[in-house]
Structure formats: C-alpha cells, structure tokens
C-alpha cells in the first residue's frame, strides 16, 4: 500500500434527518469533525449454505481441500467470464470442464495446475481487488481531456498489476472518495440507475443557497425528464451558507452539479466525503488504500 502518511480531517458532513418547518431555517449540518471517530463494529454476515447436488456418473471425484484451491464458481467469476451466480448455472448445465472431464458439482474446488474450460474457452482466473483513492484536483478519469490533466490511474500505479477501472466519472475539479476495482459485477452494479446506496457529497457554491432554494431540492426535482431523488441537504454547521451537504443515491458528479446549476447556483468545488458507507478517515488526499475483506462485504450487500 501507499506509505504515505498524512491527518484525517475526518470523514465529512453529517446530513441531518430531522425536517424544519417551513417557519423557521433549517437546522445545520454537522461540521467536520477534526479528529478521526472510533469506527463501529463490523456487520456480521451470516454464511449462505449451498444445497448439494447429487453426484452423477461422469462427474469427476470430489479431492480433499487443500492450500491455494478455490471453489469452482469462484474460479469462473475471478475470471471475468461472469458472476458466481450465473457460473453456478453453467455447472449444473454440463457447460464446464475440468481437465476435460464435465463437473456439475456444487462447490467443486479448483487445484493449482487445474485446466477449467468453460462453454468451450480456457479460463484465466483473477484476483479481484478493491482500491478506494482520496483524490486531489486536477486529475480526471477521462482519457480524452489532453495532457493538461493527468488521468486518475498514475495516483494508483503501483497497487495492483491488474487492469483496473475507476467506478463511476470524476472531472478535475471534483475530489474526494473514488473507488478502483477490477470487478466487472461491482463496476456494473455502481453504475446502475436504481443502485441503493447512499453517497455525501459537500459542494461549495459561488453564493450563499436561498433557504426557500434549499426546501425545492430537499422534495427533489425532475432534471433532463429524470426525477432526480434527494435524501437530504443541508447547509454544513459553522460554515457559510454556499457550503452544502448532498446526500444521494447516485455516484454521478453531474447530476450533484446539474441540481445546483437548475436554481443558477454556479458550482465551485464538489467533494465526495462518503461512498457507500466508505469514509475519508485516515486518507488524506491523493492516499489509496486497499479496501478490507468485510469493506468488500458490505459494498456486495449494499
């Protein structure tokens, strides 16, 4: 991992959940704390048992489970091909292969040196990796922008040697939490109009934001025929009224800036401090790090 140090200044506004009435101004957000919170305790997950098939014929012989052997569906689904649950129908259609003996059976383990053929093509399996990135400005997940702005992967390289993409758009304005995977299902699953997720963004306007201008955006609005859905807004406590804290669903930075600019509010800066449960604390800007195995848990569940 990268062995840069730096503080935390925390991990961004607090929206709040309580609704003023429309007399009175709305409470304010929560400032950022400045010193990194005790994080809560881990979600338990409980484990997903799989029914067994019954063996059949021409199945090969289940081996014992030794070290580095990898379940079968895992084995298709590290390799880009498709989603375990989808290489779970494969198996039991017959479709795949395992040293060129057909294998139907659930919770097959894969050995170092095995060939797997599946649907008539020999898989190479990938470790899937998760990388979150604190980034800085001037830097963009475009290709095509020239070489004026240098492209997200350089403050990457050196994490993983995969081929890895970022998920969802950043311009070179936008920073904050940007997350790096070579999980197609993941990239899939983030870019998904109806995804259940929440993100915060803290976006700085060129003016102060009308409280009656804030209400409007609180009940949501219809931006280019799509009704965009708020899950909250508020100015951040302790700063100045062009300082607000969005909390979304939706992990495009030009939808946050399209709801300002539709009451004509120019958008200065957007900071993403929360993707999906994901916080800044302990990542200072420009800082990665690998995403933890129950991190990685609780995005697949969210």
Known sequence: MNNKQGSNKGSGPRVNSSRPSSNKPKPAMQKRAQGPKKAKPNTKVEDI?????????????????????????????????????????????????????PVIEMGYMVKPGDVVNFDGIVLTPEKKVYILLNKPKNFTTALDEGQEFR??????????????????????NTTGLLLFTNDTDMLRKFTLPNQKSSKIYQVSLDKNL????????????????????IEDVSYIEGESKSEIGLKIKSSNVKVVRSIFENFSYDVLRIDRVAFAGLTKKNLPRGIWRHLTEQEVINLKNT
């Open 49 to 101: 048992a799989t029914d067994k098939v019954e063996k059949k014929p021409n199945q090969a012989p289940k081996r014992p489970k030794v070290a580095d052997e990898i379940r079968l569906n895992k084995y298709i689904s590290n390799s880009g091909t498709c989603s375990r649950r989808d290489a779970d129908i494969y198996i039991q259609s017959g479709n795949v292969r395992v040293n060129g003996i």
């Open 151 to 172: 492209n997200v992967l350089e403050l990457v390289k050196g994490s993983t040697t995969s081929k890895i993409g970022a998920v969802g758009r950043m311009d070179k």
């Open 210 to 229: 009308k409280f009656e201008d804030l209400e409007k955006i609180n009940k949501g609005l219809v931006i280019d025929g799509h009704r965009v859905y």
